[in-house]
């Protein structure tokens, strides 16, 4: 059974930081585009940002840019999503997703095309 399973979720003060880790089970992510997303209640889902299957391309949204760092480990079979000086507007449940690609090492999205998704993680940021 193919499954991504985040965790690292958690309650944390605003300006805070926290890491989310992306575990695959019953197959490689070496050959799989993985991308972080989130919803919050009434609002759609939105992509944050990707990685490819190389690790040398990602794409993070405006609004994350230069506090939230996406990384792999293809040995781990684990992709994270390490977030700085966090906002109370990143409140949200965080899903990671993966897509096998065949458009070559250098190419992942943030639209919610991908095939396998996770069951979410709670990210608050609250005082």
């Known amino acids: 059974q193919l499954q991504l399973v985040e965790s690292g979720g958690a309650l944390v003060q605003p300006g805070g930081s926290l890491r989310l880790s992306c575990v695959a089970s019953g197959f490689s992510l070496e050959g799989y585009a993985v991308a972080w997303f989130r919803q919050t209640p009434g609002k759609e889902r939105e992509g944050v940002t990707c990685i490819s299957t190389s690790g040398e391309t990602t794409i993070t949204k405006d609004s994350a840019q230069g506090r939230f760092t996406i990384s792999r480990d293809n040995a781990k079979n684990t992709v994270y999503l390490q977030m700085y000086s966090l906002k109370p507007e990143d409140t949200a449940i965080y899903y990671c997703?993966?897509?096998?690609?065949?458009?070559?090492?250098?190419?992942?999205?943030?639209?919610?095309?991908?095939?396998?998704w996770g069951q979410g993680t709670q990210v608050t940021v609250s005082s």
């Open positions: 997703a993966a897509e096998e690609v065949y458009a070559g090492p250098y190419y992942c999205h943030l639209r919610e095309e991908y095939d396998l």
